[in-house]
């Protein structure tokens, strides 16, 4: 099967043969097209800012660059592959030559989702698209239905998170051909996996963006980002740009046949026109040709904006589909390591009930003033959302890499803690997302790493250095300096996974502990999700580190969570039902006499008449 998106900008190899070339520049009175190294040939100018020509001759595997009236040569912003890095030349690629194996796929509901987020580059020490797919059948048989790739759009260097792409249609060299990413697709589709992308549309990164130098409009000077000039989503030329990033998102779930993509960071996108950007993109995703199949679109949202999650009176997406939930993360932490400064420090008061906040209403702060943020409002009302509307976690690559040293949950909190969470993350109705190596609490930390050129990589290890020096911990220059240096090898190579640790003790253990919880879910909650609403939630906080929830799902059975998230012995009342999962501290005398020990979970089900 062929598949491809055709687009309005870039080299479209063209059916009756040729390739046409099409640039908005309108920075620019002249642009000339360089091909193969041959001499420079004229453009066409167009209305609107546009360049065009078509060459009879050109066919694909061809290099381009468009050569600007100062002479500066810049490669094509809509490159499909870049071999050489960002500031080589552009690589005509034909879509159609490759043959896709998955025509029957249709994608999975979102309520049978269970996500592992993960780095192509330090996945495996291939650090390839081909390497990926050697531990596609592991993550089957963990229970994982989604893979979330961190982002692959080209950036400078050969290693960098993703977020400091500038070339967001061509997938980085660094990890393989385009066809090689669509190999790996299709191989998680055999395999009954999805696979999201994280895409950014909220900044190019600082290195190897050449739009300014020909197409200024394609940013907005009054709006004011960390990253300078926003996006151009709302002034004069936005079309164009809205444009840009619509295609985008068609050209991701059509020509790669994705399942779908998590837009990074919405809350940094300025857009104040209506319907304004995520607005729009979300009817893209809904027009995305063979709708038959199921699509998703997740967000980042520091704001907790929850309208963009509606959904309407038949229970469909109005916006997106889920968010992930940051608030989650937060209590989850702060319960598990007690760390309450930073941002944590809006979740030091009642962590347990900000936690049971989360799980029966979806955000922590629905409108409440926030300390961190010097008590500006945060949040709207989000308690008549489905739980599949928030995406729980633990641990995800900001979390663990906004830390100095990129340490790990299970680096910070006792094993007790980490059984009691986990359970809790991989039972409760919210899909929940797993970062790479969690399940079998790898040693590796995850640390921030990128490949700039010298003197940006400078500016960058001083920049990360002094951003950790309001922290008490590193108010010393000497230990500030001891922080990693994101511009080294080293760093980078810290974090790749060690396979070899799921056979040995401990980390075969925990491994199987999420084994165990993810069959149980896949087996007694998953196929009660759908239809659930929000589930009706019913949460009493039994003391300030000790929580009781009932949800009832889809089939009007009772799904019900116990647990004493501190370190007192506690009496509850015992919940009835089929006990699915207890925490190994839980033995069944203790359940029948509602002994709860230290950080112990219990977690039944009802099904049938009520109690």
Known sequence: ??????????????????????????????????????????????????????????????????????????PDPASRYNPDDVHGASEIVAPAAFDWPDSEWRGRPWEEAVIYELHIGSFTKAGDFAGAIERLDYLVELGVTAL???????????????????????????????????????????????????????HFGPEGNYLHAYAPDFFNPRHETP?????????EGSRAVRDFFVHNVLYWLEEFHLDGLRLDAIHAICDDSSPDIIEELAAAFKAVPGRAR???????NERNQARYLARNESGRL??????????????????????????????????????????????????????????????????????????NFLQNHDQIGNRAFGERLAHL?????????????????????????????????????????????????????????????????????SIPDPNALETFAAGVLDWS????????????????????????????????????????????????????????SLLTLLAN????????????GQLLFATANLDAGALASGQLPAWSVAWHLHIGDRP
């Open 565 to 576: 998230l501190g370190d007192d012995q506690l009496v509850a009342t015992p919940a009835s």
């Open 413 to 481: 909190a006792p094993p007790a803690a980490m059984e009691a969470v986990t359970s809790i993350l991989l039972l409760a109705p919210q899909p929940p997302l797993l970062f790479m190596g969690e399940e079998f609490a790898t040693t590796q930390p995850f640390q921030f790493f990128c490949d700039f050129g010298p003197e940006l990589a400078r500016l960058v290890t001083e920049g990360r250095r002094r951003e950790f020096g309001r922290f008490a911990r590193f108010a010393d220059p000497e230990v500030r300096a």
């Open 294 to 300: 199921h699509v998703h679109m997740v967000l980042e």
């Open 1 to 74: 099967m062929k598949r491809q998106h055709n687009m309005p900008f870039g080299a479209e190899v063209l059916a009756e043969g040729g390739v046409r070339f099409r640039l908005w520049a309108p920075g620019v009175d002249a642009v000339g097209l360089q091909l193969d190294g041959a001499p420079e040939l004229p453009m066409t100018a167009a209305a609107g800012g546009w360049f065009e020509l078509t060459v009879a001759e050109a066919q694909a595997g061809g290099r381009y660059l468009f050569k600007l009236p100062d002479g500066l040569l810049v």
């Open 227 to 235: 990253w300078g000039a926003a996006i151009n989503f709302d002034g």
């Open 501 to 556: 640790a799921i056979d040995r003790e401990p980390h075969r253990a925990t491994l199987e502990l999420h084994r165990q919880l993810l069959s149980l879910r896949h087996q007694w909650i998953a196929p009660r999700l759908a239809g659930m609403g929000n589930g009706d939630p019913q949460l009493k906080l039994l003391s300030p580190r000790c929580l009781s929830i009932n949800w009832t799902l889809g089939d009007r």
């Open 148 to 202: 979330e790739i961190m982002p692959v759009s080209d950036f400078p260097g050969q290693r960098n998170w993703g977020y400091d792409g500038v070339l967001p249609f061509a997938p980085d060299a660094a990890y393989g051909r385009p066809e090689d990413f669509k190999r790996l697709i299709a191989a998680a589709h055999e395999r009954g996996l999805m696979v999201l992308l994280d895409v950014v549309y909220n």
């Open 318 to 391: 109005v916006h997106g589909t889920a968010q992930w939930n940051d608030d989650i993360h937060h209590c989850f932490h702060v319960v598990a390591t007690g760390e309450t400064d930073g941002y944590y420090s809006d979740y030091a008061a009642e962590p347990v009930r900000r936690l049971g906040r989360c799980l029966s209403e979806g955000f922590a702060y629905q409108g409440e003033a926030s300390t961190f943020a010097h008590g500006e409002r945060r949040g709207e009302a989000s308690a008549h959302l489905p739980p599949a509307a928030f995406i």
